[in-house]
């Protein structure tokens, strides 16, 4: 069983302000950001999988510490990518978890709420309804037929997912 996992930011554990996302508090955040995959992976291997690749999939996409990452997983870093947030994902997996996500631009009291880049994106709809990342990369999964097992984030992305 292979599992595919999108890994931002903001959703992450600890992380409540952008100031969390600067300086020592990024560095701090990173270190979190890492457990929580790390806690995925274990979930995922626990359940039988076999193969699990990581996406570090916020800004840079250099957050993840590799040093600290659960070394049964393999991990793409960095960018640019051309499917960015699901680079690497195709048919061949069985499941794809989003890990640190967060809810889209302007939902509610979402913690760090934005779709994609907020000083740029005001809102995305798709045939008429509202959609954020997890909307916009379920999407991508579901073009490779492959299901989204896991959204990881505050409650207000809980209800969006
Ligand atoms: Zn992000």
Redesign the pocket.
């Known amino acids: 069983m292979k599992i595919y996992i999108s890994v931002?930011?903001?959703g992450g554990t600890g992380i409540a302000s952008a100031k969390h996302m600067r300086d020592a508090g990024y560095t701090r955040m990173c270190k979190l950001l890492t457990q929580d995959v790390n806690a995925a992976i274990a979930g995922a291997f626990a359940a039988g999988a076999t193969e699990v690749l990581v996406n570090d999939a916020?800004?840079s996409m250099t957050n993840i510490l590799i040093e600290e990452l659960d070394e049964r997983a393999s991990l793409i870093s960095g960018s640019n990518k051309q499917l960015l947030q699901m680079e690497g994902l195709d048919a061949s997996f069985d499941a794809v978890f989003f890990v640190g996500y967060h809810a889209y631009e302007g939902n509610a009291d979402g913690v760090m709420n934005h779709t994609i880049y907020g000083g740029a994106v005001t809102e995305i709809k798709r045939n008429g309804e509202v959609v954020g990342e997890t909307a916009i990369n379920a999407g991508i999964a579901g073009a490779y037929g492959v299901p989204v097992a896991l959204v990881v984030g505050d409650d207000v992305l809980c209800r969006e997912a």
């Open positions: 931002d930011m903001e916020h800004g």
